[in-house]
């Protein structure tokens, strides 16, 4: 990352500078089908019982970047190519899914993936299926998870093909939670749904976050809403990181302010009037 990008975010706060370091994504570069690079050279760090956003338009790298630390990646014809993926302290890039849940790592895929032919409950002791866990410790686990998502406890015998777009996301997080994982990698958690509903889950997401100690990366396009949840961001654009920093500096930036939530001193712009010459060479100088 360029100075130029790191002058302009502000320094994390010091409970977050303190805090104990789980995830470190080193200089990764990731390919599809051995030719089309995506990522090109992504690092980031996620410290222990944080929320960090990871931000940019769609097709900047955040799915990818999510699918590179979960080894998704082999699944779509794509490989890390360079650099590596460590979650406390031990390399993980060269793990199966399987063997990265088991240490605590899950991702909620993008799209709201559920089982639509099972229900509501029976999508969520999916979830539990690499715990090897007494049935009681299996209910206790549910109740867990109804706790949050008290919603889910009422549609718990509906199909879950059934169930609104809100409760489908709910469901996805619910299965993951299962696992008891320390972390959770979310992808696009506001995708297609009604914003009442988008503050729901992010707040279910703080919850979470707070009482559970789970600790979060998120990819998210929703700038505003995943800026106010967070502690940290990172800003994705065509594969690198060209901002960083604590997100209440992020969410006051001016640049992020006009090219991301179309504002800026001057008031509200388009995308369009901004994306040229002086935002590349603010940003990339």
Excluded at 48 to 53: C, L, S
Excluded at 138 to 161: C, M, N
Excluded at 194 to 212: C, G, H, M, S, Y
Aim: charged share 25%.
């Amino acid at each position: 990352m360029s100075a130029a990008a790191t002058a302009t975010a502000s320094p994390p706060t010091t409970d977050a500078a303190t805090a104990t370091k789980v995830l470190s994504v080193n200089n990764i570069e990731v390919i599809y089908d051995h030719v089309i690079l995506v990522l090109k050279g992504v690092s980031l760090e996620v410290a222990e019982g944080r929320i960090v956003a990871l931000l940019g338009a769609n097709g900047a790298g955040k799915s990818t970047t999510l699918k590179s630390i979960s080894n998704l990646l082999s699944a779509e014809r794509g490989e890390v190519t360079k650099g590596t993926i460590e979650f406390r302290g031990k390399r993980v890039d060269r793990l199966t899914t399987n063997e990265l849940v088991r240490m605590g790592v899950c991702q909620v895929m993008e799209g709201r993936h559920c089982f639509q032919h099972l229900t509501v409950e029976e999508n969520l002791l999916t979830g539990a299926y690499t715990r090897k866990i007494s049935r009681g410790d299996l209910a206790e686990a549910l109740e867990r998870v109804y706790h949050y998502f008290p919603r889910l406890k009422q549609r718990r015998s509906s199909q879950s093909g059934y169930t609104s777009g809100g409760e489908q996301q709910m469901t996805a997080i619910g299965r993951a939670l299962m696992a008891k994982p320390s972390m959770i990698l979310l992808d696009e958690p506001s995708m297609g749904l009604a914003p009442q509903i988008v503050e729901e889950i992010f707040e279910i997401v703080r919850d979470l976050n707070t009482k559970e100690r789970v600790s979060f990366l998120l990819a998210e396009q929703n700038t505003m809403v995943a800026l106010r949840y967070a502690n940290y961001g990172y800003i994705l654009e065509n594969g690198r990181v060209v901002m960083d920093g604590d997100a209440k500096g992020l969410a006051s930036n001016e640049d992020v302010k006009e090219f991301y939530l179309g504002l800026s001193t001057a008031g509200r712009k388009s995308f369009r009037d901004v994306k040229h010459y002086r935002r590349r060479k603010r940003w990339l100088a």
